[in-house]
């Protein structure tokens, strides 16, 4: 398969604890993003990396949240102290090029985040 | 604040007649829109997209239609299919202002398309 990979697909914690979930882009895409979705609601925009450089991040972003991708490859999303407004699907996308250039986001299937 | 609204939750049409999706916006600076397709347990997949410079777009059985003075898009599917029920999410980019890297979402209309 070789498409968005997300991981775990499924995260069950408790208040308080720290979580981290894993995204592996399409091979060749230099473009990743990060969206979160909640019940009821369409995706948000979390951040968005050109290779290893965060070029953008949304104010839904809180200073509890970090997101990396140091090789310009996988990307990893960390939220720090979980509240259980953080329970949400996590949406990785990526793409070859920018919406401007013609670009199309290719979405995995998301990381689902309980927290209790 | 919702800048990309879609106000029907869901729409059930007939096998074989038109589907019809409706979106509404609110920013003017937005420049750019997209369709979403996601299927229950899968991330969205792009459908089809429109640039402000046009006021229609066409890709099979689909075509978005775009109205900048009501700030109104539509999604047209002709004729449905079974297959086409799913979530349709409608999306959009200031692509000047932001650079194309943020995307805003509408709240998604569930289509069931009925035997």
């Known amino acids: 398969d070789t498409g968005v990979s997300q991981d775990p697909r499924h995260k069950i914690t408790k208040r308080g604890q720290n979580v981290t979930f894993r995204c592996d882009p399409i091979?060749?895409?230099?473009?990743l993003y990060w969206y979160r979705q909640t019940l009821g609601q369409g995706p948000e925009f979390l951040t968005y990396?050109?290779?290893?450089?965060?070029?953008?991040k949304s104010r839904l972003l809180s200073d509890r949240f970090s997101a990396e991708r140091p090789k310009g490859s996988f990307s990893t999303l960390e939220i720090q102290r979980t509240e259980q407004g953080d329970s949400a699907m996590y949406l990785c996308?990526?793409?070859?090029?920018?919406?401007?250039?013609?670009?199309?986001?290719?979405f995995g299937e998301g990381s689902r985040l309980t927290v209790l | 604040d919702q800048q990309v609204k879609q106000n029907s939750p869901s729409l059930s049409v007939q096998e074989g007649r038109i589907s019809i999706l409706n979106c509404d916006y609110t920013?003017?600076?937005?420049?750019?829109f997209l369709w979403y397709k996601k299927y229950p347990a899968e991330g969205p997949t792009f459908l089809i997209s429109?640039?402000?410079?046009?006021d229609k777009n066409e890709d099979g059985r689909f075509t978005v239609f775009l109205n900048k003075s009501a700030k109104h898009l539509s999604l047209h599917i002709v004729p449905s299919q079974p297959g086409d029920s799913a979530v349709y999410f409608c999306?959009?980019?200031?692509?000047?202002?932001?650079?194309?890297?943020?995307?805003?979402f509408g709240t998604g209309t569930r289509l069931t398309v009925i035997p």
């Open positions: 990396f050109q290779n290893e450089a965060q070029l953008e």
């Open positions: 920013n003017s600076m937005f420049d750019y």
């Open positions: 091979s060749e895409h230099n473009r």
């Open positions: 996308a990526s793409s070859l090029a920018g919406l401007n250039d013609g670009g199309e986001l290719f």
């Open positions: 999306a959009a980019s200031a692509l000047r202002e932001t650079g194309a890297n943020n995307l805003f």
């Open positions: 429109i640039s402000s410079i046009k």
